[in-house]
């Protein structure tokens, strides 16, 4: 497991519990020789990445920029995934409205932005179903409730 945690407005704790849900979301997917970054931004950076990149003028908590979404003809010896961006603020927030831990809704935001890195989706019930539940189930074994 290769990533880099990018703090560019200075919110940055220790944030060392990722590690282990990291390491559980990769290994579970067989994607332990991986490398991505997560870029923690604030709202505003994160309203003008949402606009550019999706056309949605809105602040919102986690994007994901999967770099294996273009399949080449070559495969390199380690994975590069992609990259993560969390809005902070947003997160901080919902763990508030949420009425859990900010632990628990970091944990969710990377798992899920890990997850989108990896392939998953949830535009459809089906496949949010599944998404959803591979969330709540490494979440769960990480021992992060809500």
């Known amino acids: 497991m290769n990533y880099q ?6 919110y940055k704790k220790d944030y060392s519990f990722l590690d282990s849900v990291i390491a559980r979301t990769l290994t579970k997917e067989n994607a332990a020789g991986s490398i991505f970054s997560i870029i923690f931004v604030d ?15 809105r602040v919102t908590d986690v ?11 070559f495969q390199l010896e380690e994975r590069v995934l992609g ?4 809005c902070i603020p ?7 409205s ?17 997850l989108h890195l990896l392939g998953y989706d949830h535009q459809t019930k089906i496949d949010e179903e599944k998404m959803f539940g591979l969330q709540k189930e490494i ?6 409730k809500r």
């Not at 990259?83 to 969390?86: A, N, V």
Request: aromatic share 10%; proline share 0%; glycine share 4%.
């Open 98 to 114: 949420y009425d859990h831990s900010e632990k628990r809704e970091l944990a969710f935001l990377v798992v899920h932005g890990l």
């Open 43 to 57: 709202e505003a950076k994160i309203q003008e990445i949402n606009k550019a990149y999706r056309n949605i003028d």
């Open 83 to 86: 990259d993560i961006f969390i």
């Open 90 to 96: 947003r997160m901080q927030e919902q763990a508030v």
């Open 63 to 73: 994007i994901s920029f999967a770099l294996e979404d273009q399949k080449d003809d």
């Open 5 to 10: 945690i990018n703090d560019l407005f200075g």
């Open 139 to 144: 979440l769960d074994e990480e021992g992060i």
